[in-house]
């Protein structure tokens, strides 16, 4: 599988938000501070539509609603100037403030290396520990319904 700049920004977005606040707030704080920001959007909070599928086929269906806070913001660094947007469930402005940050800061050439390196690479490794070990606790009680014979009527 190629990794293409979208696919990148998709996985790090998706790590920033679903990383838990104060791993957020320890590595973002530091990092966002060293710069200036101007909001395109200030953190705004609203309700989006959830849709599903069951098993993800079939016709969507409205699930219910969410509130959701998101924002943008922007930054310039040695004439390159790029856009990050956070969007985040709940009501937190300020863990979608980070987020928005450091998605602008991840599109600079020149910091994205070293924040992939010390901000997503741990937020991602915790993550995937986390996940790891839920798996682990659900595999101990995974019945196997394939092994199951159906019975035979005489």
Request: hydrophobic share 45%; with cysteine; aromatic share 4%.
């Amino acid at each position: 599988m190629t990794s293409t700049p979208d696919s990148s920004r998709q996985a790090w977005l998706a790590v920033l938000a679903l990383a838990p606040r104060d791993a957020l707030a320890q590595r973002a704080v530091a990092r966002v501070a060293e710069h200036r920001f101007e909001w395109l959007r200030e953190p705004e909070t609203g309700l989006a539509m959830v849709r599903g599928r069951i098993a993800n086929r079939g016709d969507r269906f409205n699930l219910g609603e969410a509130t959701l806070t998101r924002c943008i913001a922007r930054v310039t660094i040695d004439g390159h100037t790029t856009a990050g947007v956070g969007h985040v469930l709940g009501r937190d402005d300020e863990r979608a403030r980070w987020i928005a940050q450091l998605d602008a800061l991840l599109q600079q050439p020149t910091l994205r290396d070293a924040l992939q390196r010390e901000v997503i690479g741990p937020l991602k490794a915790a993550r995937d520990e986390v996940i790891a070990a839920e798996r682990a606790r659900h595999a101990a009680s995974r019945v196997s319904f394939y092994t199951l014979k159906p019975e035979v009527s005489a």
